[in-house]
């Protein structure tokens, strides 16, 4: 079954005071298993972070139907943990008092809350400033809390803009042991980054985007070939995104 | 759905409540006050009547500076730094983040004018125990009365706070809307009593025309003057209780419209 569903989706900004059109997404379609992870890929202003805030209804496509379990997006957000791209979080609260926020707004019991939210901020490594301030939290630290307010409620669909942006190695090694964790346990992961050999190495799909649309889509086959080295991600990316270069 | 908003409340207060203006403007409050003690003694004929329109003057005028530099920045802010991101990707109803800020709004400035009322209370307290004189015709009752319609004049203004955030993204232009809704609300009622005097008609050209563009925007901003009983409690008035019945349930309808269509332009908002 798909979990995640995109059919025909076009979308332009109204940019600046003048209105002008600036065209993100165009005839977009894809779908998501469930229980796979799914990668999107793209220079910058390609239309990932587009594609992902139509997925959580904080825009909405001009045409086309995003649905997510079926159900139109507004309806599945219970089933969604989202991790923004430069998460911007509350400053004046403490890392406690943000994830209790995210429990109470998604419905868990107070006790259950705590015991979760002990666990996951072991996993980020942010067990030790739990009662610290935000706003004293370095960018790295800010992304780990982020993952931590996106993961708090056990979502079935984990959407990630740039999961590894601001991480040092370690970081960016626990994101992917993360990743797979969460694969293992069934649910069904969607991000998007720029670094590629984390997308080979986690992926069962892989999708390239390019100027609003989708050029390049790998299959099961094509990602055992890029991980027994038989083909390169990156000189592919380069070669499809050159390919398709449209001149406006 | 009340535990959502409940959580955002929550969340909007403690906010509030760590803001570094906030000393500022208790400071301010409290040196208005403290003046208040100090120079009661130059008063002597009016003093119990000073006093109290200071210490109403004094919350009043914080009240106003709390919505207006910490309050603006507990919704726009959101917007403005795309927090509302992370928010909105949680199970809330655009309503809900509405309904949630305002409460948190509201809870914010009930408490910061608790505490300063119970500054303003020993103010009047420690005067009228010095004076006794010049409080013959002072009354407890009537001046937290007041005081309270203080409040709800702040109130309302978090409502209109919340329903210009909701319309633009940048938290300066909710500023500039509010503070101009403010100023009109507070100034209306008197342009309009003057212009309906004998002497407008001689001395403004077109009065009587203004005088009815004036009454449609009358029904348009909220008439903030009419939260204002600082004479009442001054000179110890009696207040009359429908009087402060038709104030309250005009400001509660106020509110509700307000956050109604506040609520509905929101849902229709995208936040990129
Ligand atoms: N709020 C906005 N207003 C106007 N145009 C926007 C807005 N956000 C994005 N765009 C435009 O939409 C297009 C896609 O942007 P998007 O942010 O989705 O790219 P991206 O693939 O996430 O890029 P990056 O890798 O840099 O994060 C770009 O051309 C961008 O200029
Ligand atoms: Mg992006």
């Keep these: 079954m798909s979990k995640i569903k995109l059919s025909k989706i076009s979308k332009t900004y109204k940019a600046g005071l003048f209105k002008k059109k600036v065209r993100a997404l165009t005839d977009l379609s894809l779908s998501v ?3 796979t992870v799914y990668g999107l890929i793209g220079p910058n202003g390609a239309g990932k972070s587009t594609t992902i805030r139509l997925l959580l209804n904080l825009s909405r496509p001009d045409r086309g139907t995003v649905r ?15 991790l923004p791209e430069n998460p911007y979080l509350y400053d004046h609260l403490t890392l406690k008092e943000l994830l209790f926020f995210a429990g109470r707004a998604t419905g868990l019991a107070t006790s259950d809350i705590r015991q979760l939210m002990e666990h996951l901020t072991a ?3 942010l067990d030790h400033v739990r009662g610290k301030s935000l706003r004293t939290f370095s960018k790295g630290m800010r992304q780990r809390a982020g993952l931590c307010f996106a993961l708090l409620h056990d979502p079935s669909l984990v959407i990630l803009d740039e999961p590894m942006s601001g991480l040092d190695p370690l970081g960016r090694k626990m994101v992917c042991d993360l990743i ?17 050999s984390d997308i080979e190495r986690l992926c069962d799909r892989i999708a390239v985007l390019h100027q609003g649309q989708m050029v390049r889509e790998f299959t099961p086959d094509e990602i055992t070939e890029l991980r027994q080295g038989k083909m390169d991600l990156e000189t592919e990316f380069i070669d499809v995104v050159e390919r398709n270069e449209v001149h406006a | 759905m009340i535990g959502r908003i409940w959580a955002l409340a929550l969340v909007t207060f403690k906010e509030g409540l760590r803001d570094r203006s906030l000393y500022g403007i208790f400071l301010f409050a ?19 009547k ?16 709390l919505v207006f530099f910490i309050g603006i920045n507990l919704m726009a802010k959101d917007i403005d730094k795309k927090t509302i991101h992370l928010v909105l990707s949680k199970p809330f109803s655009r309503g809900e983040y509405i309904w949630g800020k305002f409460t948190g709004l509201v809870m914010f400035v009930g408490a910061t004018q608790l505490v300063l009322l119970v500054f303003s209370s020993a103010t009047v307290a420690v005067v009228r125990w010095m004076y006794p004189n010049f409080f013959a015709g002072f009354s407890w009752g009537i001046f937290i009365t007041a005081v309270f319609f203080v409040f709800l004049q702040h109130v309302l203004l978090c409502a209109i706070v919340v329903f210009f955030s909701s319309l633009t993204s940048s938290s300066f232009i909710s500023l500039i809307f509010s503070l101009a809704s403010y100023i009109v609300g507070i100034t209306l009622e008197e342009v309009v009593f003057y212009l309906r005097t004998p002497t407008a008609n001689e001395e403004v050209a077109g009065a009587e025309f203004l005088q009815r563009s004036l009454e449609v925007v009358t029904w348009l901003v909220p008439n903030f003057a009419a939260f204002d009983f600082k004479l009442e409690a001054a000179h110890g008035l009696a207040l009359e209780f429908s009087h402060l019945g038709v104030t309250f349930g005009y400001a509660c309808l106020y509110i509700m419209l307000l956050l109604i269509l506040a609520s509905v332009i929101f849902s229709r908002r995208e936040f990129n």
Excluded: W
């Design chain 1, 33 to 35: 298993d469930a229980g």
């Design chain 1, 180 to 196: 797979l964790s969460l694969k293992k346990q069934g649910k069904t992961i969607f991000f998007c980054s720029h670094i590629l």
């Design chain 1, 123 to 125: 996993t980020v490594g």
């Design chain 1, 68 to 82: 997510i379990d079926a159900l139109p997006v507004h309806e599945s957000l219970g089933a969604i943990g989202y």
């Design chain 2, 30 to 48: 409290l040196f208005v006050l403290g003046l208040n003690v100090l120079v009661a003694g130059f008063f002597m004929r009016d003093l119990g």
């Design chain 2, 50 to 65: 000073v006093t109290v329109d200071m210490n109403l003057s004094a919350l009043s005028f914080a009240g106003l500076l």
